[in-house]
Each structure stands twice: as structure tokens, then as C-alpha cells.
């Protein structure tokens, strides 16, 4: 069943005061019974915020400094015990893949609609938000050689890198989002790993379709509120001129 929903407005998500709780120092914005940790830099974290405001709702957002290994503290830890980001409470319902976080959400609160009722559409908006894993696999196996641009492992990752976003080109064929006419949880799963691939100093100029969709995603307000998401202080270069 629909839960009762508190709806906001989008809104950046700039930091505003530092909390303290055992073991963790927390960047806390916003207000209500629903909480999501999350960290800078952190592609699935970005998922869980772009469907909030889809949606919407309002929520406390907590940003965590992976680099002082806040997200293995007590907080995150009763929720979460991995220890990963993000964690997701819903006032007493936790959520914490950022799969399962969107499918979760569009039960919970159905409008606006983020999954077609009919069912082959919907099937196929399914099918794309599973499929996204496996951009974030792709782009994550590239992680560990991209000191090295020159190593036959980098070139091997960046292949196999490039031959998943050509499938996601040929998505884009069939209408101006990855699973049809209208935006979706598919849109929601896959863009923050595609826009961090740019972030990262990707062009994607050989991928005229998805260049234009992720200009077109920009607009959007929803992307537009967790562009902070993005460490665009410190932004990664290595595709830079290859990709």
C-alpha cells in the first residue's frame, strides 16, 4: 500500500551544519522522518537522492566523509552492517541497495509515476534498471589501472567500457530515455554512472545519442539538486581524449 507522503521542492544539496554522533562527524540538511547517507562521490548514493526528488519528499540528507571512514560508523552500522553507502531509512523502513532503494519508492509513493503500469512497458523499464549494473561494473573494473592509461589492462577495461555504452547508444534509438518515451527508474539507475564517466573527463562524442540524452538529463532538476554528488573540486581526468 501507498505510504502518507510529506512532499518538498528540489533543492541543492549544499551542506549547512556539522553534527556530531559517536564516532562520526555528519553533514545533515533537510528535515523529516526519512534519512539517507550518503557520500560524495558516490554514483549509487546519487540514485537514492534523484528519486527523492523525483518524488518529491522531503528527507534529512547525511553526508559522510568516506575518506575519514565515516560510513563504517555506529550510525550507518546499526542500519546498514556493510557499512556502504547509501543507507536508506524510510521512518523504520531500511533500504539500503539503490536498486532495491528506486523499486522501493515507487511502491511506497507512486506519483509522479517513475514505472509504467502496462505491463511490457513496464517489463522493459525493469529490464534497463537492472541492466544499469552493469555500467557501474564496467566503469568500477577500470578503477584500479587508471593510474596507468597505458597498461594493457587499462586499454582491455576501456573496451570493454566502450562496448557497454554502445549497447546503451542502441537503446537510445528506440526513444529519447534508455526504456522508451518517458523518463523512468531506468533513467534514475543508469545516469549518475553515465555522468560520472563525464565527470571523469569522458566526451562521449562518439556516442552522439547518449551525449545529447545526458545534456538533455542535465536540465532536469532533479539531477540539477544532487549535482553535489559529484566531487567537482577534485574531478578525474583519465578518459580525458580517449573516451
Known sequence: MPRSSSRG???????????????????V????????????GSAPSRRVLIG??????????????????????????????????????DNGVVVNESIAALQYLE????????????LPKRALVLQRT???????????AI???????????????????RTELALWEAYLEQGDYLAGSSFSIADIAAAPFLLKIQWAGATLDGFPRL???????????????TENALNHANPDTYFKGIL
Open 9 to 27: 521542492r528540489f533543492r541543492a544539496l549544499l551542506p549547512t551544519k556539522r553534527l556530531r554522533s559517536p564516532g562520526a562527524e555528519m553533514t
Open 29 to 40: 540538511t533537510g528535515s523529516g522522518n526519512r534519512r539517507v547517507y550518503w557520500g560524495q
Open 52 to 89: 527523492l526528488a523525483e518524488k518529491g519528499l522531503d528527507f534529512q540528507s547525511i553526508q559522510l566523509d568516506f575518506a575519514n571512514n565515516e560510513h563504517k560508523g555506529p550510525d550507518v552500522l546499526k542500519l546498514n552492517p556493510r557499512g556502504q553507502l547509501p543507507t536508506f531509512d
Open 107 to 118: 511502491e511506497a509513493y507512486p506519483e509522479p509515476a517513475l514505472l509504467p503500469q502496462a
Open 130 to 140: 537492472h541492466e544499469a549494473l552493469n555500467i557501474q561494473a564496467a566503469f568500477r
Open 143 to 161: 578503477q584500479a589501472f587508471k593510474t596507468n592509461p597505458a597498461s594493457p589492462e587499462f586499454k582491455e577495461k576501456l573496451a570493454a567500457l
Open 211 to 225: 551525449h545529447k540524452y545526458l545534456a538533455t538529463l542535465k536540465g532536469r532538476k532533479s539531477i540539477q539538486a
